[in-house]
């Protein structure tokens, strides 16, 4: 059974960056065939895609967080990673990692979650 | 980006009841949209894909289909842990976007 799970600071100082890591388990992020991807959901909000990680190392973020999104995987450590630069209020949220399936024709979005992690930016 | 225009954005229903949720996508998607069940302090569950695509494990209660860009979820006999937000996200043409989901609350 695939296993995601979030870590990271929970408290984020404005204007630094934020980081966090999402460790897989059951499964290798190494695989062909599956993308890994993040997605936020601030405080009684709705879910916003963030970004995604290929099996290919190539990388996709939102155009409203591209310039400030930074997503990078550790095979080794089977873990796979989230930068947001010049945090403010607004990038309050709880943070999720999941994963694409793509080996199957269509794909497969997000079929297996993390149980989310809240980032609060505040001084 | 893709606008998912999601509706209602909240719906009251008893046990037993036939819900429908409808996305409709600001341009073609062909069927790429999937339905998402989101209960309080918990992640997104996959209950749909491709449109109409059950994922393993879920009670065929739930379905989808799609006709044009527009999207319908449906749940028959609604059950009391049906209690949630319902999502509709669209993955043909990044940036991926979400509707704005659809409240479910039991009468």
């Known amino acids: 059974q695939l296993q995601l799970q979030e870590s990271g600071p929970g408290l984020v100082k404005p204007s630094e960056t934020l980081s966090l890591t999402c460790t897989v388990a059951?499964?290798?992020?190494?695989?062909?065939?599956?993308?890994w991807d993040w997605i936020r959901q601030s405080p009684g909000k709705g879910l916003e895609w963030i970004g995604s990680?290929?099996?290919?190392?190539?990388?996709y973020y939102n155009p409203s967080l591209k310039s400030r999104v930074t997503i990078s995987k550790d095979t080794s450590n089977n873990q796979f990673s989230l930068g947001l630069s010049s945090v403010t209020a607004a990038d309050t949220a709880v943070y999720f990692c999941?994963?694409?399936?793509?080996?199957?024709?269509?794909?497969?979005?997000?079929?297996?979650w993390g149980q989310g992690t809240l980032v609060t930016v505040s001084s | 980006a893709i606008q998912m225009t999601q509706s209602p954005s909240s719906l009251s229903a008893s046990v037993g009841d036939r819900i429908t949720i409808t996305c409709r996508a600001s341009?073609?998607?062909?069927?790429?949209l999937g339905w998402y069940q989101q209960k309080p302090g918990k992640a997104p569950k996959l209950l749909i894909h491709?449109?109409?695509s059950l994922q393993t494990g879920v009670p065929s209660r739930f379905s989808g289909s799609a006709s044009g860009t527009d999207f319908t979820f449906t749940i028959d006999s609604l059950q009391p842990e049906d209690l949630a937000t319902y999502y509709c996200?669209?993955?043909?043409?990044?940036?991926?976007?979400f509707g704005q989901g659809t409240k479910v609350e039991i009468k």
């Open positions: 999941a994963r694409v399936v793509t080996v199957y024709g269509p794909w497969v979005p997000f079929d297996y």
């Open positions: 059951g499964g290798s992020i190494s695989s062909s065939g599956y993308n």
């Open positions: 990680i290929h099996s290919s190392g190539n990388t």
């Open positions: 341009q073609g998607i062909r069927n790429d």
């Open positions: 491709d449109a109409s």
């Open positions: 996200l669209q993955d043909n043409t990044y940036p991926w976007t």
